[in-house]
């Protein structure tokens, strides 16, 4: 058995020397901290936690830690794709293509009467622009109803008609209405004919919202910026009396002043009358 001072990587003396070096390179801070790790500072060896993205335990597995993992550190993805998994089973994440994952996305189940769900609206068919087609709650895409026809052809379509002055107005519908133009994103329709030739504002009004012609129930008078539209397009639209006087349902000022526009269809003059003078009152329903 050896005796005396140790040399090398020991210290002491035998017969019960202690490990002070390793190759060489002292021995530092060396406390058997569990799930740590002696690593060399470049002048010793010393005993540290593992810190960062990974953890060990004292039985030495390694993992990745939670919620250590960034974007950045992921794998690049390939461009316009979302990370997911279409296999229908277990799998490892993909880069999902945009028709991919379309083809993941329930279906829109439309209403037929207890409720529907979100989801994708189905697509529309060639050709249901031109024809003014909306998605509708129950979800099939359908024309607006009463915009193409009014009750039968020959009426403009919603989306395709041209803005009032233009050529558009004065198209009949099969039920007897002249279309006037578009105004604030509805389309505006006139009664063929004047429905009154001499009433004061009020009874106007009434006679308008009373009124049931060409199967119409929802006619009113026209504001002030219809009846101008009425007025532009008199032409087309027919049936006015070039020199008289129509009620708008526009007072000038605020309601109960008793001065209500009209308009002199002689010569465009935009004019402000008491509610008890007599002048023509032509109906307008809109869609």
Same mark, same amino acid.
């Given at each position: 058995?050896?005796s005396g001072? /140790?040399?090398g990587?020991?210290s002491?003396?035998?017969?019960g020397?202690?490990?002070a070096k390793i190759?060489?390179? #002292?021995?530092g801070?060396?406390t058997?901290t +569990?799930?740590?790790?002696l690593i060399g ?7 540290n936690?593992?810190?960062? !993205?990974?953890v %060990?335990?004292n039985?030495g @597995? ?8 960034t974007?950045?550190?992921?794998a690049q993805m #390939?461009?316009?794709?979302i990370?997911g998994n279409?296999?229908g089973g277990t799998?490892?994440?993909a880069d999902?293509t945009?028709?991919?994952?379309t083809?993941?996305?329930? +279906?829109m189940?439309?209403?037929s009467g /207890?409720?529907?769900?979100k989801?994708?609206v189905p697509a529309? #068919?060639?050709g !249901? $622009? ?6 509708? +709650?129950?979800? *099939?895409?359908?024309?607006?109803s009463?915009s193409s026809?009014?009750?039968? =052809?020959?009426c =403009?379509t919603i989306?395709? %008609?041209?803005? =009032? ?6 198209t009949?519908?099969s039920v007897?209405?002249?279309? %006037?133009?578009?105004h604030a994103?509805?389309?505006y329709?006139? *009664?063929?004919s ?5 009433t004061i504002?009020?009874? #106007?009004?009434? @006679? ?5 012609r060409h199967?119409?129930?929802?006619w009113f008078l =026209?504001?002030l910026?219809?009846?101008q ?5 008199r032409t087309? %639209?027919g049936?006015?009396?070039?020199a008289? !006087?129509y009620w708008?349902a526009?007072? $000038?000022g605020?309601?109960?002043t $008793?001065?209500?526009?009209f308009i ?7 004019s402000a009358s008491?509610?008890w003078?007599?002048k023509?009152?032509?109906c307008v329903?809109r869609?």
């Amino acid at each position: 058995m050896p005796s005396g001072s /140790a040399s090398g990587d020991l210290s002491g003396t035998y017969p019960g020397p202690t490990v002070a070096k390793i190759n060489g390179v #002292a021995l530092g801070s060396t406390t058997a901290t +569990a799930g740590n790790l002696l690593i060399g500072s470049g002048t010793q060896w010393v005993s540290n936690a593992v810190t960062g !993205d990974v953890v %060990i335990t004292n039985g030495g @597995l390694t993992a990745i830690g939670s919620n250590r993992v960034t974007n950045a550190q992921r794998a690049q993805m #390939a461009a316009n794709t979302i990370k997911g998994n279409n296999t229908g089973g277990t799998a490892n994440e993909a880069d999902l293509t945009a028709t991919q994952v379309t083809a993941l996305l329930n +279906a829109m189940v439309g209403d037929s009467g /207890a409720g529907g769900t979100k989801g994708l609206v189905p697509a529309p #068919a060639s050709g !249901d $622009a031109a024809a003014g087609k909306y998605l509708k +709650a129950d979800g *099939t895409w359908a024309t607006v109803s009463g915009s193409s026809s009014e009750g039968g =052809p020959g009426c =403009p379509t919603i989306g395709t %008609i041209t803005e =009032p002055g233009t050529g558009s107005a004065g198209t009949a519908c099969s039920v007897g209405s002249k279309f %006037i133009g578009r105004h604030a994103g509805a389309n505006y329709f006139a *009664t063929a004919s004047d429905d009154s030739t001499a009433t004061i504002f009020f009874p #106007a009004i009434t @006679l308008c919202n009373n009124l049931n012609r060409h199967g119409r129930t929802d006619w009113f008078l =026209p504001s002030l910026a219809v009846l101008q539209m009425m007025s532009e397009n008199r032409t087309q %639209i027919g049936s006015f009396n070039n020199a008289a !006087d129509y009620w708008s349902a526009s007072y $000038a000022g605020s309601s109960g002043t $008793a001065n209500v526009w009209f308009i002199n269809f002689a010569h465009e003059g935009l004019s402000a009358s008491d509610e008890w003078q007599s002048k023509r009152a032509r109906c307008v329903r809109r869609t």
